[in-house]
């Protein structure tokens, strides 16, 4: 059983672009109540439930609390957006490096669609602050935003470090939403 119905989006686009593999260490933003954690915990055998395949890892961040959940490490009451949460992030991962990043972040909305789209887009820029820091090259990162003025930029700047990027609308997500999910992969290193 799912935590929350948002789980039900992770399952749909890892069943088409399978980013969760076994052995893979996944970092999860925006993470309580923890839905997508369950999905990456069984997908990357972080429990190591299955003892034939290589065990991963899941990392798990909000500003809430996130009940704990097996083969999970959970930062509860940490800003993803900040340094010295990535800092403690590089600690936790194996080598101090992911895989992939998934973020499924929301500011709490205020009703503006506007402000509501802007804060959200600002947030996604500074996980491109984190994959400079953790993601392998060739890594992924899944992000949600609300679609607005400045989801362009931010593709553009998606583009700029990783080889293809998309954008996803999956059916579990409400047709009426402005809610989309940029996914990008295949991560190569900035240039300095
Ligand atoms: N994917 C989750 C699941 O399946 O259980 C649901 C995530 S919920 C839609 C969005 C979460 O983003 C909220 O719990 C919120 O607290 C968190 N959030 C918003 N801003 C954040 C930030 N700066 N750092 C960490 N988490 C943040």
Redo the contacts with the bound molecule.
């Keep these: 059983n799912f935590?929350?119905r948002?789980?039900f989006k992770l399952l749909e686009i890892d069943d088409k672009f399978r980013l969760l593999q076994p052995g893979c260490s996944v970092v999860d933003?925006?993470?309580?109540?923890?839905?997508?954690s369950q999905v990456a915990v069984h997908r990357v055998n972080s429990a190591g439930t299955d003892p034939a395949a290589p065990p991963g890892t899941v990392v798990g961040?909000?500003?809430?609390h996130i009940p704990p959940l097996d083969g999970a490490h959970f930062l509860s009451c940490?800003?993803?957006?900040i340094p010295p949460t990535h800092a403690k992030l590089l600690e936790l991962l194996p080598g101090g490096q992911a895989h992939v990043i998934l973020s499924?972040?929301?500011?709490n909305a205020s009703g503006f669609r506007e402000m509501d789209h802007v804060k959200l887009i600002t947030?996604c820029f500074s996980l491109l602050d984190l994959a400079e820091k953790i993601l392998l090259p060739g890594g992924s990162l899944l992000c949600k935003y609300w679609d607005g003025i400045l989801a362009h930029e931010l593709q553009e700047k998606l583009s700029r470090v990783f080889n293809s990027v998309q954008t996803l609308k999956p059916n579990a997500s409400r047709k009426d939403s402005a809610e989309r999910y940029f996914l990008a992969r295949i991560y190569k290193k900035p240039e300095k």
């Excluded at 933003?29 to 997508?36: D, E, L, M």
């Excluded at 940490?78 to 957006?81: C, L, R, Y």
């Excluded at 499924?104 to 500011?107: K, T």
């Design positions: 935590r929350c948002s789980a933003c925006g993470a309580s109540p923890g839905a997508w961040i909000d500003l809430l940490h800003d993803v957006t499924d972040m929301a500011p947030m």
